[in-house]
Every structure is written in C-alpha cells, then in structure tokens.
C-alpha cells in the first residue's frame, strides 16, 4: 500500500491526479485542501480517498499529519495560483506559496520521515519576461510577481533541502496547463477556459493582442502523466523539469482549432495587449524527454478530448 498526500486536491491540477492516482487500488490518498479556489465536487468518491478541510499554513495541523501519516509520496500543488491574486495579496501568498513549503520540508527533515519522493509543482512564470526562447531549465530566471518569487525560491528550497539532508525531492515548471475542471471565473483564469466558457455561455472571446503571442498549452492528461513519471522515478531526484509539449500554438490558432472541432463561428472582439503580458512563451522539454516522459497529446488531440 502506498500512501499519497496530495496538497491542492480539490483544485484543477490535484483533483486531476487524484482522479489518477485512484485507478491503483494500492493507493490510500489523503487531500489537504481548504477550498479557496478548489471545489470538493472535484475530488472523486472513493473510500481511499480521505479530505481534509484545512489550509496548509495551518503548520502545526500539517506536521501532525506528516507525522502521524508518514506518506510514501507528497505532491505539493497548493497554491495561491493566480499572478494576479499574489499581486493583491503578496504577504498571504508567500505563507501559502513559500512557508508552507518550508514547514512540510523541515517537518520531513527534523523527524527524519522516510518519504520516497516529494514533488513540488513551480511555474513557467519563473522564467519572466527573459526573450531567450525555448525556455530551457538552466534558461535566465527573471520572476517578476510576488507568485514567480515564492515559486522560485520553494522550488530551490525544496530541490537544495532534498539533497542537504538527503531527502527525495523533485520539482516541476508547468507551462499552459489546460483541461476540464479548469475554473473559468477569474479574467486571469488560463485563456481556454475562458475561451471555452465564451463559447458555451454564447459569449463572443476578447483577444487581447493580435492573437499572434503564443504559448505552450498542455493537455493536464500529460501534465499529471508527468507528475506521476517523475515522481516514481529514483533517477529524478534534486532536479527541476519543464513540463509542457516542447511546441509553440498562437492563440490565433487555437481558436482555428476550436472552431473546427465544433464546428462553429466563435464571434472574436479584438483589445489592446494587457499590460505586462508576455508575447511568446514556449517550453524546451528535452530533459523530461530524457527522463522517460514523452507528452502524448498534440494541442489538437488535448483541444478534441477537453470539448467533447
Ligand atoms: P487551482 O487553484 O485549481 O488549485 C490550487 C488548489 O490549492 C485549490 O484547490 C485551492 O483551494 C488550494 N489552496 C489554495 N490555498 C490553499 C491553502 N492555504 N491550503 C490548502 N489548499 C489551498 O490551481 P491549479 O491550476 O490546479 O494549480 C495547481 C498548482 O500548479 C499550483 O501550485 C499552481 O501554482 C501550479 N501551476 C499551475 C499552472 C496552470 O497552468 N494551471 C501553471 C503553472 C503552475
Ligand atoms: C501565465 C499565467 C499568468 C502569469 C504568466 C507569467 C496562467 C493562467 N496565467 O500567463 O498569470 O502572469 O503566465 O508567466 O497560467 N488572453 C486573451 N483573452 C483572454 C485571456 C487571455 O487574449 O480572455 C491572452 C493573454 O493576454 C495572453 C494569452 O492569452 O497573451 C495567454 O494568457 P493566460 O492563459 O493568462 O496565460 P499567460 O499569459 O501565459
């Protein structure tokens, strides 16, 4: 039996893996969530699956846990996951983004928790504004939120931590994640959900640019795929991978893709580009290639599954 803590579960990413994980009957998962942004209709019914209500700043609550549970593998996704709520909140989002990831670090170091493997899920936004295209891991880092910072330096904690004290860490940078469960709500929510959610509430989608700046959009089957390879795999320990396809998608063709697939006119409204937004972003993902990882789904296969 393995037991999985899953940090974040009721969210996008987590309840995802969670909807994973669960298809092996070896597997016993508990959730920590507080359901800031997460919903509890995400995480599916299973008497393996075990919820707790409660915020991973509650760091007593969580060494307890640690402690009394001594999970095998620790996937650490909670997160304030929003740039724009960590530029209103920056305080509160680095107790959530970095000093929770601290607390579950030396809660592991100080009792001497044997675990096989902690991932910590960082952000493509620590690569910033930096031109240098494809983003490789060891490309120029250049965080310029109060988000990318906590990401960055959690990520170097937990990478560091992992091999001062020999503990079995791994991270990760995500690109465009995208895929059903994705809340839509927010105008910073990743674009195809909003794209999506325009279409079904018969809304016409602002683009705001002129739909050239692309980006890389992941299929989350492939990012939880990813999560789960690199997470079982003693050879990926202290590192940090890119996770995203390796390819480039303009928003103008993601939108060519959608209307192909249903079928249909999607009305477009043209705006001036954000302020701050970051033209082109794509991921080099040769070292999770070379890790055992090859992404299987193509932006048109990820976009035919996630509008069916
Ligand atoms: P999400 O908001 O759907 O999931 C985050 C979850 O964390 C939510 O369920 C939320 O309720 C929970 N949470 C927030 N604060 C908490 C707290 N104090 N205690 C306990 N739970 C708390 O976002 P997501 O897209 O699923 O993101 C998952 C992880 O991946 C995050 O760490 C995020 O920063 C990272 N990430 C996501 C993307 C993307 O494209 N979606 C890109 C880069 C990185
Ligand atoms: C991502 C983060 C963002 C962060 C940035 C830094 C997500 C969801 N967003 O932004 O918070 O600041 O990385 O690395 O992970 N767009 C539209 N119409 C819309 C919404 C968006 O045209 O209604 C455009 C945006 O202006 C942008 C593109 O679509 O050019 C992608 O936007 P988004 O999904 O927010 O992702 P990033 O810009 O990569």
Known sequence: MKK???TGGAGFIGSSLVDELIKDEGNRITIVDDLSMGKRDNIPKSDRITFYEKSVCDYE???ELLINEKFNYIYHLAAVASVADSIERPAYTHQVNLESTLNILETVRINKLAITKMLFSSSAAVYGDDPTLPKKEISPIKPKTPYAIDKYASEQF???YGELYDIQTVAVR???VYGPKQNPKSPYSGVLSILKDSIDNNRSFKVFGD???????VFIND???AIIHLATSSKCVHEVYNVGTGKRTSLNNVIKDFKEILSSNIPI????????????SYADIQKLLDSGYTPKYSV???LRLYLK
């Open 4 to 6: 999985i803590l899953v």
């Open 61 to 63: 609550y969580m060494q």
């Open 158 to 160: 937990v990478l560091r």
């Open 174 to 176: 995500f690109f465009n």
């Open 211 to 217: 739909g050239e700046q692309y980006r890389d959009f």
């Open 223 to 225: 990012v939880v795929g």
């Open 269 to 280: 409204e043209y705006a001036n580009s954000r302020t701050g937004d970051i033209k082109y």
């Open 300 to 302: 048109t296969q990820g």
